[in-house]
Protein backbone atom coordinates (compact mmCIF):
# COMPACT_ATOMS: atom_id res chain seq x y z
CA UNK A 1 0.00 0.00 0.00
CA UNK A 2 1.51 3.24 -0.84
CA UNK A 3 1.95 6.01 1.65
CA UNK A 4 3.16 9.63 0.81
CA UNK A 5 6.74 10.11 2.52
CA UNK A 6 9.18 12.96 3.40
CA UNK A 7 12.67 12.28 2.95
CA UNK A 8 13.97 11.78 6.54
CA UNK A 9 17.41 11.71 6.13
CA UNK A 10 19.18 15.03 6.31
CA UNK A 11 22.27 15.45 3.49
CA UNK A 12 25.79 14.67 4.57
CA UNK A 13 27.84 16.84 3.18
CA UNK A 14 30.95 19.31 4.85
CA UNK A 15 33.16 22.13 3.12
CA UNK A 16 35.76 19.67 1.81
CA UNK A 17 33.08 17.49 0.07
CA UNK A 18 34.46 17.20 -4.23
CA UNK A 19 31.81 14.86 -4.95
CA UNK A 20 28.05 14.13 -4.99
CA UNK A 21 26.42 10.76 -4.80
CA UNK A 22 22.62 11.06 -5.22
CA UNK A 23 19.70 8.24 -4.80
CA UNK A 24 16.63 8.15 -5.74
CA UNK A 25 14.71 7.63 -2.40
CA UNK A 26 15.66 5.84 0.81
CA UNK A 27 14.80 2.34 1.21
CA UNK A 28 12.88 1.30 4.78
CA UNK A 29 15.52 0.20 6.00
CA UNK A 30 17.66 2.94 5.46
CA UNK A 31 14.77 4.85 6.70
CA UNK A 32 14.80 3.20 9.64
CA UNK A 33 18.04 3.38 10.45
CA UNK A 34 18.19 7.22 9.76
CA UNK A 35 21.37 6.95 6.42
CA UNK A 36 22.05 5.82 3.35
CA UNK A 37 21.95 2.36 1.98
CA UNK A 38 20.94 0.88 5.37
CA UNK A 39 20.07 -2.54 3.32
CA UNK A 40 22.68 -5.23 3.35
CA UNK A 41 23.00 -6.95 0.67
CA UNK A 42 23.27 -3.60 -1.66
CA UNK A 43 26.76 -3.37 -2.14
CA UNK A 44 27.34 0.48 -2.28
CA UNK A 45 29.76 0.41 0.95
CA UNK A 46 31.49 -2.86 -0.38
CA UNK A 47 31.68 -0.77 -4.34
CA UNK A 48 33.20 2.36 -2.75
CA UNK A 49 35.22 1.01 -0.08
CA UNK A 50 36.95 -0.86 -2.91
CA UNK A 51 37.17 2.38 -5.34
CA UNK A 52 39.03 3.81 -2.14
CA UNK A 53 41.46 0.89 -1.75
CA UNK A 54 39.73 1.23 1.86
CA UNK A 55 38.04 -1.01 4.24
CA UNK A 56 34.42 -1.57 4.39
CA UNK A 57 32.40 0.90 6.57
CA UNK A 58 29.80 -1.01 8.59
CA UNK A 59 28.25 1.15 11.24
CA UNK A 60 27.18 4.58 10.68
CA UNK A 61 29.74 6.77 12.25
CA UNK A 62 32.27 4.71 10.84
CA UNK A 63 30.72 5.10 7.28
CA UNK A 64 29.67 8.90 8.25
CA UNK A 65 34.06 8.95 8.79
CA UNK A 66 35.11 7.31 5.55
CA UNK A 67 32.66 9.80 3.38
CA UNK A 68 34.96 12.52 5.40
CA UNK A 69 37.84 11.31 4.65
CA UNK A 70 37.31 10.75 0.69
CA UNK A 71 35.33 14.02 0.39
CA UNK A 72 32.26 12.45 -0.39
CA UNK A 73 28.88 14.42 -0.09
CA UNK A 74 25.51 12.26 -0.04
CA UNK A 75 21.50 12.65 -0.37
CA UNK A 76 19.08 11.73 -2.80
CA UNK A 77 17.22 13.42 -5.69
CA UNK A 78 13.69 12.93 -3.87
CA UNK A 79 12.16 14.89 -1.02
CA UNK A 80 9.29 13.55 -0.79
CA UNK A 81 6.67 10.98 -2.85
CA UNK A 82 4.10 8.63 -3.18
CA UNK A 83 6.14 4.83 -2.40
CA UNK A 84 5.12 1.32 -1.73
CA UNK A 85 7.97 0.09 0.76
CA UNK A 86 11.09 0.34 -0.74
CA UNK A 87 10.32 0.00 -4.50
CA UNK A 88 11.16 3.00 -6.84
CA UNK A 89 9.05 1.56 -9.41
CA UNK A 90 5.58 2.56 -7.43
CA UNK A 91 6.80 6.30 -6.78
CA UNK A 92 4.59 9.08 -8.02
CA UNK A 93 3.81 12.27 -6.95
CA UNK A 94 7.70 14.01 -6.78
CA UNK A 95 9.00 16.52 -4.95
CA UNK A 96 12.52 17.34 -5.35
CA UNK A 97 15.10 17.79 -2.61
CA UNK A 98 16.63 21.27 -2.91
CA UNK A 99 20.80 20.07 -3.84
CA UNK A 100 22.01 24.03 -3.60
CA UNK A 101 21.80 23.47 0.21
CA UNK A 102 25.07 21.43 -0.85
CA UNK A 103 26.04 23.10 -3.68
CA UNK A 104 26.22 26.56 -2.18
CA UNK A 105 28.30 25.25 0.78
CA UNK A 106 31.02 22.89 -0.54
CA UNK A 107 33.21 22.98 -3.87
CA UNK A 108 31.22 20.43 -6.06
CA UNK A 109 33.19 19.08 -8.65
CA UNK A 110 31.00 16.33 -9.68
CA UNK A 111 27.39 15.08 -9.61
CA UNK A 112 27.11 11.07 -10.13
CA UNK A 113 23.69 9.44 -9.32
CA UNK A 114 23.18 5.65 -8.20
CA UNK A 115 21.30 4.07 -10.88
CA UNK A 116 18.86 4.72 -14.15
CA UNK A 117 16.12 6.01 -11.12
CA UNK A 118 17.68 8.35 -9.74
CA UNK A 119 19.06 9.69 -13.07
CA UNK A 120 16.02 9.80 -14.62
CA UNK A 121 14.69 11.90 -11.67
CA UNK A 122 17.52 14.04 -11.68
CA UNK A 123 17.16 15.13 -15.30
CA UNK A 124 13.24 15.93 -14.88
CA UNK A 125 13.59 17.60 -12.14
CA UNK A 126 16.95 19.04 -10.74
CA UNK A 127 19.60 19.64 -13.46
CA UNK A 128 17.41 22.46 -14.52
CA UNK A 129 17.95 24.06 -11.44
CA UNK A 130 21.47 23.28 -10.52
CA UNK A 131 22.85 23.75 -14.28
CA UNK A 132 25.19 20.67 -13.56
CA UNK A 133 24.68 17.44 -15.45
CA UNK A 134 25.17 14.04 -13.46
CA UNK A 135 27.04 11.04 -14.40
CA UNK A 136 24.86 7.99 -14.11
CA UNK A 137 26.75 4.63 -12.58
CA UNK A 138 25.06 1.44 -12.50
CA UNK A 139 22.92 0.54 -9.55
CA UNK A 140 24.04 -0.92 -6.72
CA UNK A 141 21.08 -2.56 -6.24
CA UNK A 142 20.91 -6.49 -5.63
CA UNK A 143 18.18 -6.22 -8.15
CA UNK A 144 20.94 -5.13 -10.77
CA UNK A 145 22.20 -8.64 -10.66
CA UNK A 146 23.40 -8.48 -13.80
CA UNK A 147 26.26 -6.59 -12.43
CA UNK A 148 28.85 -8.10 -10.71
CA UNK A 149 30.88 -6.30 -8.30
CA UNK A 150 33.90 -6.35 -10.70
CA UNK A 151 31.60 -4.64 -13.37
CA UNK A 152 30.50 -2.22 -10.72
CA UNK A 153 33.84 -1.54 -9.82
CA UNK A 154 35.19 -0.60 -13.06
CA UNK A 155 32.42 2.12 -13.54
CA UNK A 156 32.23 3.11 -9.99
CA UNK A 157 36.26 4.41 -10.21
CA UNK A 158 35.22 7.71 -11.74
CA UNK A 159 34.20 8.85 -8.39
CA UNK A 160 37.67 8.76 -6.93
CA UNK A 161 38.48 12.42 -8.17
CA UNK A 162 42.06 11.67 -7.85
CA UNK A 163 41.50 9.57 -10.88
CA UNK A 164 40.09 12.38 -12.89
CA UNK A 165 41.52 14.87 -14.66
CA UNK A 166 38.74 17.96 -15.01
CA UNK A 167 39.44 19.05 -18.42
CA UNK A 168 36.82 16.21 -19.15
CA UNK A 169 34.56 19.23 -18.65
CA UNK A 170 35.46 20.74 -21.46
CA UNK A 171 33.72 18.20 -23.39
CA UNK A 172 30.47 19.53 -25.29
CA UNK A 173 26.82 19.05 -24.23
CA UNK A 174 25.44 15.64 -25.75
CA UNK A 175 22.27 17.82 -27.80
CA UNK A 176 20.97 17.72 -31.64
CA UNK A 177 23.78 21.31 -32.05
CA UNK A 178 26.80 18.72 -32.54
CA UNK A 179 27.68 17.25 -35.64
CA UNK A 180 28.67 13.69 -36.02
CA UNK A 181 31.92 14.23 -36.08
CA UNK A 182 32.54 16.30 -33.32
CA UNK A 183 30.15 13.88 -31.61
CA UNK A 184 32.67 11.16 -32.23
CA UNK A 185 35.50 12.98 -30.77
CA UNK A 186 34.43 12.46 -27.72
CA UNK A 187 33.87 9.69 -24.70
CA UNK A 188 30.23 9.11 -23.61
CA UNK A 189 28.71 6.58 -21.52
CA UNK A 190 26.55 4.47 -22.43
CA UNK A 191 24.03 5.45 -20.31
CA UNK A 192 24.21 8.66 -22.06
CA UNK A 193 24.16 7.29 -25.25
CA UNK A 194 20.50 5.69 -24.54
CA UNK A 195 19.14 9.02 -22.74
CA UNK A 196 20.14 11.27 -25.89
CA UNK A 197 18.17 7.95 -28.15
CA UNK A 198 15.43 8.20 -25.72
CA UNK A 199 14.94 11.88 -25.62
CA UNK A 200 15.20 12.13 -29.49
CA UNK A 201 13.09 9.08 -30.57
CA UNK A 202 15.66 6.73 -31.71
CA UNK A 203 16.06 3.08 -30.78
CA UNK A 204 17.77 2.56 -27.56
CA UNK A 205 18.56 -0.84 -28.37
CA UNK A 206 22.35 -2.49 -28.84
CA UNK A 207 26.11 -1.68 -27.90
CA UNK A 208 27.79 1.31 -27.96
CA UNK A 209 28.63 0.78 -31.27
CA UNK A 210 25.29 0.89 -32.70
CA UNK A 211 24.28 3.76 -30.19
CA UNK A 212 26.95 6.03 -31.76
CA UNK A 213 26.59 5.05 -35.24
CA UNK A 214 22.64 5.81 -34.83
CA UNK A 215 23.53 9.01 -33.22
CA UNK A 216 26.12 10.40 -36.05
CA UNK A 217 23.49 9.60 -38.40
CA UNK A 218 21.24 11.32 -36.78
CA UNK A 219 23.05 14.23 -36.01
CA UNK A 220 23.96 14.89 -39.60
CA UNK A 221 21.21 14.25 -41.29
CA UNK A 222 18.14 14.45 -38.94
CA UNK A 223 17.41 10.89 -40.29
CA UNK A 224 16.14 8.12 -37.45
CA UNK A 225 17.51 4.80 -38.49
CA UNK A 226 14.90 2.47 -39.02
CA UNK A 227 14.95 -0.86 -36.55
CA UNK A 228 15.53 -4.28 -38.86
CA UNK A 229 13.09 -6.77 -38.14
CA UNK A 230 13.15 -10.67 -38.56
CA UNK A 231 10.40 -12.40 -38.99
CA UNK A 232 11.63 -16.04 -36.62
CA UNK A 233 9.18 -18.20 -37.84
CA UNK A 234 11.12 -17.82 -41.61
CA UNK A 235 14.10 -17.87 -39.94
CA UNK A 236 13.09 -21.28 -38.22
CA UNK A 237 11.71 -23.33 -41.02
CA UNK A 238 13.04 -26.00 -42.89
CA UNK A 239 15.74 -27.10 -39.82
CA UNK A 240 13.55 -30.11 -38.22
CA UNK A 241 16.30 -32.00 -40.36
CA UNK A 242 19.68 -30.47 -41.16
CA UNK A 243 22.49 -32.31 -42.78
CA UNK A 244 25.96 -30.63 -43.92
CA UNK A 245 24.83 -30.55 -47.74
CA UNK A 246 21.79 -28.53 -46.70
CA UNK A 247 21.62 -24.37 -46.97
CA UNK A 248 21.87 -21.85 -44.24
CA UNK A 249 18.48 -20.19 -43.77
CA UNK A 250 18.40 -16.46 -44.12
CA UNK A 251 17.55 -14.84 -41.04
CA UNK A 252 19.47 -17.03 -39.04
CA UNK A 253 18.56 -17.57 -35.20
CA UNK A 254 20.38 -20.24 -33.24
CA UNK A 255 17.89 -23.38 -31.59
CA UNK A 256 18.39 -26.54 -30.10
CA UNK A 257 17.94 -28.41 -33.15
CA UNK A 258 21.00 -26.02 -34.75
CA UNK A 259 22.76 -27.02 -31.34
CA UNK A 260 22.12 -30.82 -31.29
CA UNK A 261 23.23 -30.74 -35.33
CA UNK A 262 26.59 -28.78 -34.29
CA UNK A 263 27.14 -31.18 -31.41
CA UNK A 264 26.82 -34.27 -33.23
CA UNK A 265 29.49 -33.03 -36.34
CA UNK A 266 32.02 -31.25 -33.90
CA UNK A 267 32.02 -32.96 -30.78
CA UNK A 268 30.41 -32.02 -26.97
CA UNK A 269 32.46 -29.02 -26.60
CA UNK A 270 30.43 -27.00 -29.17
CA UNK A 271 29.38 -23.65 -28.30
CA UNK A 272 27.60 -20.77 -30.32
CA UNK A 273 30.67 -18.67 -29.79
CA UNK A 274 30.18 -14.83 -30.91
CA UNK A 275 32.55 -14.79 -33.60
CA UNK A 276 30.94 -18.16 -34.92
CA UNK A 277 26.97 -16.65 -34.59
CA UNK A 278 28.06 -13.36 -36.84
CA UNK A 279 29.38 -15.71 -39.34
CA UNK A 280 26.15 -18.20 -40.08
CA UNK A 281 24.04 -14.55 -39.52
CA UNK A 282 26.14 -12.95 -42.54
CA UNK A 283 26.36 -16.46 -44.86
CA UNK A 284 22.98 -17.54 -45.55
CA UNK A 285 23.41 -19.45 -48.91
CA UNK A 286 26.26 -21.38 -47.98
CA UNK A 287 25.84 -25.05 -46.76
CA UNK A 288 26.28 -26.58 -42.89
CA UNK A 289 29.31 -28.14 -44.04
CA UNK A 290 31.09 -24.37 -44.92
CA UNK A 291 29.45 -23.58 -41.20
CA UNK A 292 31.41 -26.76 -39.99
CA UNK A 293 35.05 -25.57 -41.41
CA UNK A 294 34.29 -22.19 -41.02
CA UNK A 295 33.57 -23.05 -36.81
CA UNK A 296 37.22 -25.03 -36.82
CA UNK A 297 38.54 -22.15 -38.59
CA UNK A 298 37.36 -19.77 -35.84
CA UNK A 299 39.07 -21.11 -32.98
CA UNK A 300 42.01 -22.18 -34.74
CA UNK A 301 42.75 -18.54 -35.06
CA UNK A 302 41.74 -17.91 -31.30
CA UNK A 303 43.91 -19.30 -30.28
CA UNK A 304 46.96 -17.45 -32.37
CA UNK A 305 45.37 -13.95 -32.01
CA UNK A 306 43.98 -11.79 -28.86
CA UNK A 307 40.18 -11.38 -29.46
CA UNK A 308 39.55 -7.85 -30.40
CA UNK A 309 37.13 -6.45 -27.85
CA UNK A 310 34.23 -4.33 -29.50
CA UNK A 311 34.31 -0.60 -29.13
CA UNK A 312 31.84 -0.27 -26.27
CA UNK A 313 34.69 -2.28 -23.89
CA UNK A 314 36.80 1.02 -24.56
CA UNK A 315 37.75 0.95 -20.93
CA UNK A 316 38.89 -2.86 -21.37
CA UNK A 317 40.73 -2.54 -24.11
CA UNK A 318 42.50 0.23 -22.78
CA UNK A 319 43.52 -1.09 -19.58
CA UNK A 320 44.86 -4.33 -20.83
CA UNK A 321 46.86 -2.41 -23.76
CA UNK A 322 48.32 -0.30 -20.50
CA UNK A 323 49.59 -3.28 -18.71
CA UNK A 324 50.81 -4.88 -22.05
CA UNK A 325 52.89 -1.81 -22.46
CA UNK A 326 53.66 -1.05 -18.77
CA UNK A 327 54.55 -4.01 -16.75
CA UNK A 328 54.57 -2.96 -12.79
CA UNK A 329 52.49 -0.32 -12.74
CA UNK A 330 49.10 0.00 -10.82
CA UNK A 331 45.75 0.06 -11.95
CA UNK A 332 45.70 3.41 -10.28
CA UNK A 333 47.98 4.71 -13.04
CA UNK A 334 46.19 2.88 -15.67
CA UNK A 335 42.81 4.74 -14.40
CA UNK A 336 44.51 8.11 -14.49
CA UNK A 337 45.74 7.65 -18.35
CA UNK A 338 42.40 6.38 -19.23
CA UNK A 339 40.74 9.26 -17.97
CA UNK A 340 43.43 11.69 -19.30
CA UNK A 341 42.53 9.91 -22.56
CA UNK A 342 38.48 9.75 -22.61
CA UNK A 343 39.30 14.20 -21.36
CA UNK A 344 40.42 14.33 -24.79
CA UNK A 345 38.84 14.46 -28.63
CA UNK A 346 39.64 11.95 -30.44
CA UNK A 347 40.07 7.80 -30.35
CA UNK A 348 40.39 6.27 -27.12
CA UNK A 349 43.34 3.69 -27.64
CA UNK A 350 46.39 3.59 -25.37
CA UNK A 351 49.44 5.62 -26.58
CA UNK A 352 52.33 5.82 -24.36
CA UNK A 353 51.94 9.58 -24.95
CA UNK A 354 49.22 9.18 -21.64
CA UNK A 355 51.84 8.93 -19.00
CA UNK A 356 52.38 12.32 -19.14
CA UNK A 357 49.34 12.65 -16.88
CA UNK A 358 51.58 10.97 -14.54
CA UNK A 359 54.37 12.99 -14.38
Known sequence: ?????????????????????????????????????????????????????????????????????????????????????????????VKANDLNVIL???????????????????????????????????????????????KLLAEWKQINMENVDLSVNNRPELNKDLNGETFRKWYWLKEELVQFCRDNGLQVTGGKTELTGRIALFLDTGKIESGKTIKRNAAKKNVSEITLDSVIESGFVCSEKHRAFFKEQIGSSFSF???????????????????????????????????????????????????????????DDAIKCWKYKRSLPGHNRYEDSDLKVLD
Open 1 to 93: MKEHIAHPIPPFYDADSQVLILGSFPSVKSREQMFFYGHPQNRYWKVIASVFDDEVPVTIPAKKAFLKKHHIAMWDVIGSCDIEGSSDASITN
Open 273 to 331: NVAFQKWLKSNNGKTYADAVAAYHDIKEKSKKEKTKIDGQFEYNTYIRDFFDRNKGRSL
Open 104 to 150: KAADIKAIFVNGKTAYRYYQRYTEKITGKPAICLPSTSPANAAWTID
